[in-house]
C-alpha cells in the first residue's frame, strides 16, 4: 500500500521521542487533575445547598402523592455519614463540572497521533458525549427521580387501631446514592449514539449489523436497567425504554454515516478516473 506525500508528512510530525510523551502526559494529567480538584473544592463549599437541590424531585414526589412537600425530612443515623456524604456529592460534582476540561486534555493529548480527517471526524462526538450526559440527568431529575419517589411514597402505610403507622424517612446517604445511580446510568446509556457512530466510522459496526440484533439489543436493554438501576420497577422500565429508542437513533446516525462515507467514496472515484483521463491526454514531452 503506497502512502502519499502528504500522509507521511503527517506521520512524520505526529512521531515524537517516548519522554515528549511521557511529559505531554503528565502535563494533560495535571491539568485535569487540577481542574477536578478545583471543582471538587467549589461543589464542596456548595454541598449542602447542591443537596438541597437534589432533594427538590422528592418534594415533586411528595405533591404526586398528596402530602405536604413542606414537611419532607431526611434522616443520617451515624455522626459522619452526612460529612462523607457530602464528600461524595462534591465529588461527584466536581467530575461532572470538570469533564469537559479532561476530555479536552484526552483529545489534546492524542491529536497529534491522528490524521486531520480522524482528528475532524473524532471532535464532534467530544462535544455530543457531554450534551448527551447532560440530557440524561436532566431526564432523571425531572422525571423520573419524582416518579421513583412516589412509587416508594405509596408504600406508606397511615396507623390505625388494626395496622402500624409506616412512615418513609429516607437517610442522606441512600437518598444521594440513589439518585446518583440513576443520573450515571441514564448518562451512560445516553451514549449509546456516540458510541455506536464511532464503532461504524472505523468499520466495527454497521447499520444492518444492528439492525439484525434488535432483538438481542431489546433483551439486553432490559437485563442492563435491571442491574443498573434500584430494584423497582419503575426505573428499570424508565430505563430500558429509553435504551431502546436511542437504539433506534444509533442504527439512523450508523446509516447517515454510511451514506456519507459511500458519496465519499464515489467522489473519490470519479476524481481519479478524471485524473486518469486527463493523465492519459497529456501529450508526451517533445524529445531533445
Not at 467530575?95 to 497521533?113: C, N, R, S
Not at 434500584?230 to 454510511?258: K, N
Amino acid at each position: 500500500m503506497s502512502v502519499s506525500d502528504k500522509e507521511r508528512e503527517e506521520i512524520e510530525k505526529s512521531s515524537a521521542p517516548l519522554i515528549e510523551h511521557l511529559v505531554e502526559l503528565r502535563r494533560r494529567l495535571i491539568w485535569s487533575l487540577g481542574g477536578f480538584f478545583i471543582a471538587f473544592l467549589a461543589c464542596f463549599f456548595f454541598a449542602k445547598r447542591l443537596f438541597n437541590l437534589l432533594v427538590v424531585p422528592f418534594k415533586w414526589a411528595t405533591q404526586w402523592a398528596g402530602l405536604d412537600p413542606h414537611k419532607v425530612e431526611l434522616i443520617y443515623t451515624a455522626p459522619q455519614e452526612f460529612f462523607f456524604t457530602q464528600v461524595k456529592l462534591a465529588m461527584f460534582g466536581g467530575m461532572v463540572i470538570a469533564f469537559p476540561l479532561i476530555a479536552t486534555q484526552i483529545y489534546k493529548f492524542i491529536a497529534p497521533g491522528l490524521y486531520k480527517n480522524e482528528r475532524s471526524a473524532f471532535l464532534p462526538f467530544l462535544i455530543a458525549s457531554p450534551i448527551l450526559f447532560l440530557m440524561g440527568a436532566s431526564l432523571v431529575y425531572f422525571f423520573f427521580t419524582p416518579m421513583v419517589m412516589w412509587f416508594f411514597l405509596a408504600m406508606q402505610q397511615v396507623g390505625t387501631n388494626d395496622q402500624v403507622q409506616i412512615s418513609l424517612l429516607p437517610k442522606v446517604s441512600e437518598y444521594l446514592s440513589l439518585i446518583m445511580t440513576l443520573i450515571f446510568s441514564f448518562g451512560l446509556v445516553f451514549q449509546l449514539p456516540v458510541v455506536t457512530s464511532l464503532l461504524t466510522r472505523v468499520g466495527l459496526l454497521s447499520s444492518q449489523a444492528l439492525a439484525e440484533k434488535r432483538k438481542w439489543a431489546i433483551v439486553i436493554a432490559f437485563v442492563v436497567a435491571a442491574v443498573l438501576t434500584p430494584p423497582d420497577p419503575m426505573s428499570q422500565i424508565g430505563l430500558a425504554l429509553p435504551t431502546i429508542v436511542l437504539y433506534e437513533v444509533a442504527i439512523f446516525t450508523s446509516r447517515l454515516i454510511e451514506r456519507s462515507r459511500e458519496r465519499d467514496r464515489l467522489a473519490r472515484d470519479r476524481q481519479e478516473e478524471a485524473d486518469s483521463a486527463v493523465a492519459g491526454k497529456t501529450p508526451d514531452a517533445p524529445s531533445t
